[in-house]
């Protein structure tokens, strides 16, 4: 059974692929639209409160990451 740190990064990871993909680079205006066809794609939607819960070491991620809210709900994004 995978612990919740490695269910985290698992869907963090998919979920990157769509924040990050060339269509939303290209144009972050366009984020609202593009969340909405993508979100079938999204395994989860990340709630603010159970990420600080998890409370992820430091060291987890090389990258920053920053929160966006959406339609109420919170997506992660590498900056």
Same mark, same amino acid.
């Given at each position: 059974?995978?612990? $919740?740190?490695?269910?985290?990064?698992?869907?963090?990871?998919?979920?990157?692929?769509?924040?990050? $993909?060339?269509?939303?680079?290209?144009?972050?205006?366009?984020?609202?639209?593009?969340?909405?066809?993508?979100?079938?794609?999204?395994?989860?939607?990340?709630?603010?409160?159970?990420?600080?819960?998890?409370?992820?070491?430091?060291?987890?991620? $090389?990258?920053?990451?920053?929160?966006? $809210?959406?339609?109420?709900?919170?997506?992660?994004?590498?900056?």
């Amino acid at each position: 059974m995978a612990s $919740s740190q490695e269910d985290f990064i698992a869907t963090y990871n998919q979920t990157l692929e769509v924040l990050l $993909s060339p269509q939303l680079l290209q144009n972050l205006n366009n984020f609202s639209e593009i969340i909405e066809q993508q979100r079938k794609r999204m395994v989860s939607i990340f709630q603010m409160e159970d990420l600080y819960k998890m409370k992820l070491k430091e060291d987890t991620f $090389s990258h920053e990451l920053k929160y966006v $809210s959406h339609k109420g709900c919170h997506y992660l994004l590498q900056v």
